[in-house]
């Protein structure tokens, strides 16, 4: 066939990443008379794929394919003159795509901002109008003309902007180009340059205490890649020794890349920042649109933002000059992403400061028993921060025993007695319960029956205002039914407590005290928890009622007390983490309390279980015993971080499809999985078997030696994507799963 594309054995093919769930690349040919040293990894290539156009990455040139050459299509067209990652970067993404077992192109494509998904150049095309060499024959008559044309000589160049700033019009410029005098041509706007560095603002710049010192002192004496824990009790000056880390890199030019758990924390953070560098910074949230987001990715590309700062793929930051990176709140679950590209960030930071060589901090009041687990054996330099920076003192804890009082709104006497004490001495109030909505359950007092969700192995929460019951697995919506739906009698009740309820109860023990809820409700909107936040900071006497959202990381100086309702839910978890994450919680509550100066703080931990050995250590001891009685305990039952874990989850319409699946699943690395000492548990349901209508089946790979772990799953995903299975299963693979429910 004469039109097919002739070619020489031992021209170079390209390997492509396309933004599809296929765990392969897909081989091309360049297009002809293409200057191939411009085709290089990590640059954007458009290439026809079915009978669609997409933009994907080129991975490499190689000289063999598996297709034979004349199947191969040529690509339509670069994209970027220069790749949008460096090579340390790109080898990470490429890293990460293999250790969450995740599509390549779906990787690369969740590292950009939405425009370059779609194919938009980095710099947008600018057009500018320069002179051309002709003589100039313009006659007294243009005097105008004239003008412009020495204005453009002037400038070397204009844009349209600049034109029509400078008062010319567009007539009177095309005239000049028609004339010849003047050419269009157009370029993607310039790069800016790199941030000039400068020396931080002093001015409230504290000296640092010993232990701070002894911290950044430390971390300095290395150099190129060192990972280190800032292990440092809540209000321990984290952030201040994370900034004199900074320091150091910013004032040679470098850039720092901070990453911070999902919300509300960025606000206060960024502040801190801005005013304590005055260079120019970064942010990501979830707040910027497309654009601005791309733009935040172009200046952290360039290097002319100096701080970066973000959420999760924050992590994915491109950096021209990268010095630090700090990961802040290190064990808040939301560094690992939940569903697509499972990813750690936390994680996936430590791996990218390597490759890159450079240095990585994490910190937090209540390390992840990885996190410690890495500094005790050595692996992180341990950087210990025991007592609070400035003046205040640690808040003191203390169990509050309900296992046998009646609790008319979820607190006891105590509580409220002590609630009514600080709020008289002029002081706020934090009350703490992890549950929002009214009441977690509705039950009949006759004969037992209990509201459930039909579409999730769940119960309904009864919300007030407006009344109903929702689901908050599937967000379904239902009205609060009169009589027992199994007996007909009037007698249904609520048990439990949420947010809600405290609310009402406690506005009506303190009617002239404003009370203020935090959860997932009442910040919904644009805007909402900033303001209820912008309320706490005036510092007014008021009572706090949050969730989980209130207890990370923000500095309120008025709070004086702090009353956790319920601290037994993770005691009986079926999540192996159940305790840990408790642990973090209280601490984290309790280092809300008692950060303003000489107001010392107070924090009752109301229980039904005051003797259980995890509460007490948590309450009796510091986050660090504790931390080391856990580690403890998973050594001796082999849990993380003695071992790695790899959760794999069917799920389905049909139960029975689910529970097949992973059966046969299990089959094909049976064999494998017994050479390799790797345990496997399951299949078995989901501790929530159902959830928006579909059965969740679990299979778990364990192993004490992570090689065994991935080279089962480098045998198992082939597998999984060519076993039959109904068109509704859906599977996924976690590698180092947070969420076992
Ligand atoms: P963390 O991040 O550990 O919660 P921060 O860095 O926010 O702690 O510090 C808590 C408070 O203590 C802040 O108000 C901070 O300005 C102050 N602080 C930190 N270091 C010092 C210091 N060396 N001297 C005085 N105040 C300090
Ligand atoms: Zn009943
Ligand atoms: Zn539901």
Redesign the pocket.
């Known amino acids: 066939m004469p039109d097919q594309k002739e070619t020489k054995p031992g021209e170079p093919i390209l390997r492509v990443a396309v933004p599809r769930p296929f765990r392969q690349s897909f081989d091309y040919l360049p297009p002809d008379a293409a200057n191939l040293t411009e085709f290089r990894p990590g640059c954007r290539i458009k290439v026809p794929f079915g009978r669609q156009h997409l933009t994907g990455f080129l991975l490499e040139k190689t000289r063999s394919s598996r297709v034979s050459r004349d199947q191969l299509k040529p690509v339509s067209a670069l994209v970027d003159p220069r790749p949008l990652f460096r090579p340390e970067l790109f080898e990470l993404l490429r890293w990460s795509a293999d250790y969450y077992h995740h599509p390549i192109g779906e990787v690369l494509a969740a590292a950009v901002p939405t425009p370059l998904r779609q194919g938009k150049p980095l710099y947008e095309e600018v057009t500018f109008w320069s002179a051309t060499d002709e003589p100039c024959t313009l006659s007294g008559r243009s005097r105008r003309q004239r003008i412009l044309l020495d204005f453009i000589i002037e400038a070397g160049s204009i844009t349209r902007v600049e034109l029509s700033e400078a008062g010319f019009s567009q007539a009177l410029l095309r005239q000049l180009v028609d004339r010849g005098l003047v050419r269009k041509r157009t370029e993607p706007a310039p790069a800016s340059p790199p941030f000039i560095p400068r020396k931080p603002n002093s001015r409230d710049r504290p000296k640092l205490n010993e232990e701070q010192s002894a911290a950044v002192t430390k971390f300095r004496a290395a150099g190129g890649f060192r990972s280190a824990l800032v292990n440092g009790v809540t209000g321990s000056g984290k952030t201040e020794v994370y900034m004199r880390m900074m320091e150091d890199e910013l004032a040679a030019g470098r850039q720092c890349l901070v990453l911070v758990p999902e919300i509300g924390l960025t606000p206060q953070t960024i502040d801190r920042f801005r005013q304590r560098f005055a260079l120019p910074l970064a942010a990501f949230h979830s707040g910027l649109n497309d654009n601005e987001r791309l733009q935040a990715w172009r200046q952290a590309a360039e290097g002319s933002a100096a701080i970066l700062i973000g959420t999760r793929s924050a992590v994915f930051t491109p950096m021209a000059r990268p010095g630090l990176i700090v990961v802040d709140e290190e064990h808040d679950t939301s560094f690992k992403q939940q569903d697509g590209f499972r990813y750690s960030a936390r994680d996936l930071a430590v791996m990218r400061a390597q490759k890159e060589n450079i240095g990585v901090v994490l910190g937090s009041a209540t390390p992840s028993l990885e996190s410690f687990q890495n500094a005790v054996a050595g692996r992180f330099l341990l950087l210990e921060l025991p007592h609070r920076a400035g003046d205040s003192k640690p808040s003191r804890l203390r169990p509050l025993d309900i296992a046998n009082e009646h609790l008319p709104g979820g607190l006891s006497e105590l509580a409220l007695r002590k609630i009514e004490q600080h709020l008289e001495a002029d002081n706020q109030v934090l009350v703490f319960i992890n549950r929002r909505g009214f009441a977690p359950i509705l ?7 209990m509201a459930q969700c039909e579409n999730c192995s769940a119960y309904l929460t009864v919300h007030a205002q407006p009344a109903c019951q929702r689901c908050h697995h599937c967000d379904s919506s239902h009205s609060v039914p009169h ?7 009037n ?2 009740s609520t048990s439990g407590f949420g947010t809600q309820q405290i609310e009402s109860f406690l506005q009506g023990e303190f009617p002239a005290t404003p009370v203020l809820r935090i959860d997932r409700d009442s910040t919904r909107g644009k805007n909402k928890f900033r303001k209820l936040l912008v309320e706490v900071d005036q510092g007014k006497p008021s009572i706090l009622i949050g969730t989980q959202m209130l207890a990370k990381g923000h500095h309120f100086p008025g709070i004086t007390l702090a009353v956790i309702v319920n601290a037994d839910s993770g005691l009986f978890s079926p999540d192996f983490r159940g305790q840990e994450q408790m642990a973090q919680v209280i601490t984290q509550v309790a280092g809300r309390a008692g950060r303003g100066i000489g107001r010392p703080g107070e924090v009752l931990v109301q229980t039904r279980h005051g003797d259980h050995d995890t509460l007490r250590k948590i309450i009796s001891s510091s986050y660090s015993e504790f931390a080391h009685h856990m580690l403890a305990e998973r050594r001796a039952t082999g849990m993380p971080p003695f071992s790695h874990l790899c959760l794999v989850r069917a799920e389905a319409g049909d139960r029975e499809a689910a529970l097949s699946f992973l059966r046969r699943a299990r089959r094909g690395i049976e064999t494998l999985v017994h050479e390799q000492k790797v345990q496997l548990t399951g299949p078995l349901p989901a501790p929530m078997e159902k959830r928006q209508s579909r059965y969740r089946m679990h299979l778990l790979l364990r192993s004490r030696n992570r090689s065994g772990l991935h080279t089962v799953l480098d045998s198992l995903v082939p597998q999984l994507d060519k076993l039959s299975a109904p068109g509704n299963l859906r599977w996924q693979v976690d590698v180092d799963p947070m969420d076992l429910l």
Do not use: T
């Open positions: 039950h009949c007092l006759l004969c037992g029956w009589r027992c739906p199994v007996c007909r009698q007698e249904l």
